[in-house]
């Protein structure tokens, strides 16, 4: 069973500084997405990565993939209030596991984020 | 920007009835989904569906959960009979699944609670 974890949980930051958040999950898999969710609100797409090396990267967000090491970041850059959120990473087990994907994502368990003042 | 619009936002019901949630996907899209979060937890899959079938589906949709496609652009989710443990969010998604857009697009959400 593919297991997805994130840490921290929750992550209190200051505006101003630089945070990582890491992704490890536990089978093979070269599609690995990065959502956004505010509260009481759906699932906003951040990031698509899809190959080992991936580096993508949007405003003061940047996440990568490392298919060999299974782990997934997102570093943030100079946190500012508005990226306060839940963020989540979400694994797709594509075809070369083994099977034919229809895109199942399994989810890590979210990292909630708050910037302060 | 095109985007999967789901059906009621809110619904209340009590238990041991059948409620229907829907969902009308983006157009050009071919795989469907319904998730689930339970307040404060993680996202669950539940359910993916493709050329009007079931694709795969978890242990969470058992018996009591369906999904129909009654026509060429609703997508909805009926559970025959609600319990208090189904009250969650559900999230209708779909895909194109090519390479220029991969990814899974999410509805607002229909907030189910089971009273």
Not at chain 1, 21 to 26: G, T, V
Not at chain 1, 48 to 63: D, H, T, W
Request: aromatic share 12%.
């Amino acid at each position: 069973e593919l297991k997805v974890e994130q840490n921290p949980l929750f992550l209190s930051m200051q505006e101003g500084k630089n945070y990582t958040i890491y992704c490890n999950y536990s089978t093979t898999s070269d599609r690995l997405y990065w959502y956004r969710q505010d509260p009481g609100k759906s699932l906003e797409s951040l990031f698509v990565l899809l190959s080992n090396g991936a580096v993508k990267q949007e405003g003061r967000l940047m996440a990568s993939l490392d298919t060999k090491a299974r782990l997934s970041t997102l570093h943030i850059t100079a946190a500012v209030h508005d990226l306060s959120a839940t963020y989540f990473c979400a694994v797709d087990v594509a075809a070369n596991a083994g099977g034919t994907s229809y895109g199942k994502l399994t989810f890590g368990q979210g990292t909630i984020l708050t910037v302060h003042p | 920007e095109p985007e999967v619009t789901q059906t009621p936002s809110h619904q209340v019901t009590q238990m041991g009835q059948e409620v229907i949630l829907r969902c009308v996907p983006i157009s050009n899209h071919l795989y469907f989904y319904w998730y689930r979060q339970i307040l404060g937890q993680k996202v669950e899959f539940l359910v993916s569906f493709y050329n009007n079938e079931i694709s795969e589906k978890s242990e969470i949709f058992d018996d009591q959960f369906s999904v129909e496609r009654p026509d060429g652009s609703n997508f909805t989710l009926k559970i025959r009979s609600t319990k208090l443990e189904d009250s969650a969010m559900y999230f209708c998604a779909s895909s194109a699944r090519d390479r220029a857009k991969p990814e899974a697009f999410f509805g607002q959400g229909t907030r189910l609670t089971v009273v």
